[in-house]
């Protein structure tokens, strides 16, 4: 099964920065890539998402110290993350709606643990 393929996650200390990468080989018909996070005990909340024509859309919580980027040749996105918090420890998800299974079925990667602690 095609799954979107996520990297980069750990522990850091708080103010410190961690870079994810999803690589989403395999996938066509991409309408977007992007980040959803979960925290123990809360649902699953957006962090960031980058369109095909390079539209981004930030949490206001990550606003000013998360960047997504994406690389359209080899379909991955990236998720450079600075100035971390306690509360951004969560697992990533990486999200990736495509025209094909219809942009409310998403594909959804396996997740990487954020761990932001001193």
């Known amino acids: 099964q095609v799954q979107p393929v996520e990297s980069g996650g750990g522990l850091v200390q708080p103010g410190g920065s961690l870079r994810l990468s999803c690589a989403a080989s395999?996938?066509?018909?991409?309408?977007?890539m992007g980040w959803y996070r979960q925290a123990p005990g809360k649902e699953r909340e957006l962090v960031a998402t980058?369109?095909?024509?390079?539209?981004?859309n930030y949490a206001d919580s990550v606003k000013g110290r998360f960047t997504i980027s994406r690389d359209e040749v080899s379909h991955t996105v990236y998720l450079q993350m600075n100035s971390l918090k306690p509360e951004d420890t969560a697992v990533y998800y990486c999200?990736?709606?495509?025209w094909g299974k219809g942009l409310g079925n998403p594909y959804w990667g396996q997740g990487t643990q954020v761990t932001v602690s001193s």
């Open positions: 395999g996938i066509s018909s991409i309408y977007a």
């Open positions: 999200y990736v709606p495509t």
């Open positions: 980058i369109r095909n024509d390079g539209l981004t």
